[in-house]
């Protein structure tokens, strides 16, 4: 009997390892190609010069103009995408926990009724509204913040929910209320250390989502990094593969450091902590 649990073991080990193989070629072999192609030089040779091209950004604005300001643009989108994600779904989710739950199906819906809708459907919606926003604010990529909000509400709401959900948000609350915490206090100091995780998920999704959208600054005529890599691909083809793989290596980053932040937080949190 022991022998042939044994065995089982080592054939479930045997497969787990042929499935991880199978998905890491998979998921690697693209990747290696697209490296190999930036490397391609005259002759057969191999070089660097596009990576070294890319990290010297003095040069990389001269050369590529267009491409380097679609890389600003983007920061700039993620963090203000980011930022009013946060400054308007935490406050609203816990507030409709703790005050109105009779809300929060109505929220739900809401949050994720974008995720619904096609990206090239909500442009023809929001055209007519970014009419105004031009009029008012200028023309700017930076203006497809709100766009890119609404874009981000059904992922950042799904994962805000499901941290919330994991502690008594209520009695955390009642009990900082109970010892005359304001509720800004209770916000920063007791709701959010307890849901960081949720958070650093939310905006994780949220910079993924933003670093790779192209429909919507494509069709309302801004420049984002797609944008700029889709129009660099027309001239330039090493240099859009290099940019694409980096962006795709960056967010293998952020999810690296996610986790290992996530990670930590749980190692480093113990019953007594809370005593």
Same mark, same amino acid.
Not at 14 to 26: E, G, K, N, T, Y
Not at 217 to 246: H, P, W
């Given at each position: 009997?022991? &022998?042939? @649990?044994?065995?089982?073991?080592?054939?479930?080990?045997?497969?787990?390892?042929?499935?991880?193989?199978? $998905?890491?070629?998979?998921?690697?072999?693209?990747?290696?190609?697209?490296?190999?192609?930036?490397?391609?030089?005259?002759?057969?040779?191999?070089? $660097?010069?596009?990576?070294?091209?890319?990290?010297?950004?003095?040069?990389?604005?001269?050369? *590529?103009?267009?491409?380097?300001?679609?890389?600003?643009?983007?920061?700039?989108?993620?963090?203000?995408?980011?930022? =009013?994600?946060?400054?308007?779904?935490?406050?609203?989710?816990?507030?409709?926990?703790?005050?109105?739950?009779?809300?929060?199906?109505?929220?739900?819906?809401?949050?994720?009724?974008?995720?619904? +809708?096609?990206? @090239?459907?909500?442009?023809?919606?929001?055209?007519?509204?970014?009419?105004?926003?031009? *009029?008012?604010?200028?023309?700017?990529? =930076?203006?497809?913040?709100?766009?890119?909000?609404?874009?981000?509400?059904?992922?950042? *709401?799904?994962?805000?929910?499901?941290?919330?959900?994991? +502690?008594?948000?209520?009695?955390?609350?009642?009990?900082?209320?109970?010892?005359?915490? &304001?509720? &800004?206090?209770?916000?920063?100091?007791?709701?959010?250390?307890? @849901?960081?995780?949720?958070?650093?998920?939310?905006?994780?999704?949220?910079?993924? $989502?933003? $670093?790779?959208?192209?429909? @919507?600054? #494509?069709?309302? #005529?801004?420049?984002?990094?797609?944008?700029?890599?889709? =129009?660099?691909?027309?001239?330039?083809?090493?240099?859009?593969?290099?940019?694409?793989?980096?962006?795709?290596? =960056?967010?293998?980053?952020?999810?690296?450091?996610?986790?290992?932040?996530?990670?930590?937080?749980?190692?480093?949190?113990?019953?007594?902590?809370?005593?």
């Amino acid at each position: 009997m022991a &022998g042939l @649990i044994a065995r089982r073991r080592r054939r479930q080990a045997l497969f787990r390892w042929v499935v991880v193989a199978v $998905l890491a070629v998979f998921f690697l072999l693209p990747l290696v190609a697209m490296f190999e192609f930036t490397t391609r030089g005259t002759g057969g040779h191999r070089t $660097l010069a596009t990576w070294r091209l890319l990290v010297h950004w003095g040069e990389l604005a001269a050369t *590529y103009p267009s491409l380097w300001d679609g890389m600003k643009n983007s920061f700039g989108l993620v963090l203000f995408t980011v930022l =009013l994600m946060l400054v308007l779904l935490v406050p609203t989710v816990v507030w409709v926990r703790l005050r109105l739950p009779g809300l929060r199906r109505v929220v739900e819906f809401l949050c994720l009724l974008p995720l619904t +809708i096609p990206a @090239i459907v909500l442009v023809v919606g929001l055209a007519p509204v970014y009419a105004w926003v031009v *009029y008012f604010l200028g023309d700017s990529t =930076l203006t497809l913040t709100f766009a890119y909000t609404v874009l981000v509400l059904p992922y950042a *709401y799904r994962a805000i929910d499901a941290g919330l959900s994991a +502690i008594d948000v209520r009695t955390l609350a009642e009990a900082a209320r109970s010892l005359g915490a &304001g509720w &800004g206090t209770v916000m920063v100091r007791v709701v959010l250390p307890n @849901i960081r995780s949720a958070v650093l998920s939310a905006v994780f999704l949220s910079v993924a $989502l933003v $670093l790779g959208e192209f429909t @919507i600054a #494509s069709l309302l #005529s801004r420049t984002n990094v797609q944008v700029a890599i889709n =129009l660099l691909g027309k001239s330039s083809a090493t240099m859009s593969v290099a940019v694409s793989l980096a962006s795709l290596i =960056l967010a293998f980053l952020l999810l690296f450091v996610l986790s290992f932040a996530g990670r930590r937080r749980r190692s480093g949190t113990t019953p007594g902590d809370h005593s």
